[in-house]
């Protein structure tokens, strides 16, 4: 591993170390699996068009509402857990949560030009039952907002 890789490594373990500090200092879901994602790409870019601001916080944007829209269409109330059980009509319907969150966003983001993969594991967070609540939504969006934020305030005053 070279100088850049290392560098890239612990910045974006710092990126999730500020959110971690968030989350338990606020009680609320500030960390969650597609940040680490998020916070990797913004760790390996740095800069360009794939981690704009404009991207990242509009993809999980979209992602939320594709995960929150398909949660509310397909199976509310159902949520991924360690045990599904073969043929279920739960585990149908997280399946086509699953299919249809993704595509959904996958829509939205190519409609909007917000595309940042990541979000796709964004909506499946929501669409699977994980965080299916309008207000974790918006914590979502929030928590990615500061990632970006801590980012940007990074990039201004260290030479990345």
């Given at each position: ?31 969650f ?52 059980p ?21 829509v ?19 669409a ?33």
């Amino acid at each position: 591993m070279d100088q850049h890789d290392a560098a890239t490594a612990v910045y974006a373990g710092l990126l999730l170390v500020v959110l971690g500090g968030v989350a338990w200092a606020a009680g609320e879901p500030f960390v969650f699996p597609s940040l680490g994602p998020s916070a990797f790409l913004m760790a390996k870019a740095r800069r360009g068009s794939s981690v704009t601001p404009r991207r990242v916080i509009g993809g999980h944007t979209v992602g939320v509402i594709g995960g929150l829209v398909t949660y509310g269409l397909v199976d509310p109330g159902v949520a991924l857990s360690t045990s599904l059980p073969a043929f279920s009509e739960g585990t149908l319907g997280l399946a086509v949560a699953a299919a249809l969150s993704v595509l959904l966003t996958s829509v939205g983001m190519l409609a909007t030009n917000t595309s940042h993969p990541p979000a796709c594991a964004t909506t499946l967070i929501v669409a699977l039952g994980v965080l299916p609540t309008v207000r974790a939504g918006a914590v979502i969006v929030l928590a990615v907002t500061v990632l970006v934020a801590v980012h940007e305030l990074v990039l201004r005053s260290v030479a990345l």
